[in-house]
């Protein structure tokens, strides 16, 4: 079956403006992942969901990064008034029911702000 | 607090030797434990996981990782590198059904 999928694979953006990056999980997984991982780095995590709730938002950097996840499948992450220091790239994982279940990525958003 | 520590940023191995990549734990929880590899460019894809049953766990393309609850280990090994394993790894750990824990990733190089 189809695995994860994220669009659009890149993504330039100006300073200052708002991006939208979409995740399409595995049918059927009902935990969702958002990571990061800037040049160099290991993966910083984001959010993550249970369903359309997100019980752990605590790696969301700043309030300037927001997510939701409509109808138990796909989810988008937005980041309003985009900085530099916000370019990685970003993955998406799902997973069958819970962290205790392995997890599924995506190929990830590659986000560049100028 | 639960973690993972990943001892080697680096480990750099001559083709057809043995590759062991470390990863620790820290929890109070009974973990689940994974590892993912990365290519360059591309997504994480799952290597093995432990989850309580067996403590030798095998995976594909020929790695396995053991699970020593009294060193609270999960390293990665490999009896004999081959080019195509160069890539980044990661330890990965959940001690509960919410949040899985990253390590910092190892880059495997290996030297023909």
């Known amino acids: 079956g189809a695995g994860v999928s994220q669009s659009p694979s890149n993504k330039v953006t100006e300073k200052g403006k708002d991006v939208e990056l979409r995740c399409d999980p595995i049918?059927?997984?009902?935990?969702l992942y958002w990571y990061r991982q800037s040049l160099g780095q290991g993966l910083e995590f984001l959010i993550y969901f249970q369903g359309n709730s997100a019980p752990d938002k605590s790696g969301l950097p700043s309030d300037r990064f927001s997510a939701e996840r409509t109808g138990g499948s796909v989810s988008t992450l937005t980041i309003q008034r985009t900085q530099q220091e916000d370019s990685a790239v970003y993955l998406c994982?799902?997973?069958?029911?819970?962290?205790?279940?392995?997890?599924?990525f995506g190929p990830g958003t590659r986000l560049t702000v100028t | 607090a639960q973690s993972v520590t990943q001892l080697d940023s680096h480990v750099s191995v001559s083709e057809g030797t043995p590759v062991l990549l470390r990863c620790n734990y820290s929890?109070?929880?009974?973990?689940?434990l994974f590892w993912y590899v990365q290519h360059p460019n591309k997504g994480l894809q799952l290597l093995l996981k432990?989850?309580?049953?067996?403590?030798l766990v095998k995976g594909i393309n020929g790695f396995e990782a053991e699970f020593k609850k009294s060193e609270t280990s999960f390293h990665l090994t490999k009896p004999s590198a081959h080019m195509s394993d160069a890539a980044e790894y990661f330890c990965?750990?959940?001690?509960?059904?919410?949040?899985?824990?990253f390590g910092t990733g190892t880059k495997l190089q290996v030297i023909p």
């Open positions: 929890s109070s929880y009974s973990p689940s």
């Open positions: 994982a799902s997973s069958f029911s819970s962290a205790a279940y392995e997890q599924y």
């Open positions: 432990y989850t309580s049953a067996a403590t």
């Open positions: 990965a750990f959940s001690g509960g059904y919410q949040k899985v824990t």
């Open positions: 049918s059927g997984h009902t935990a």
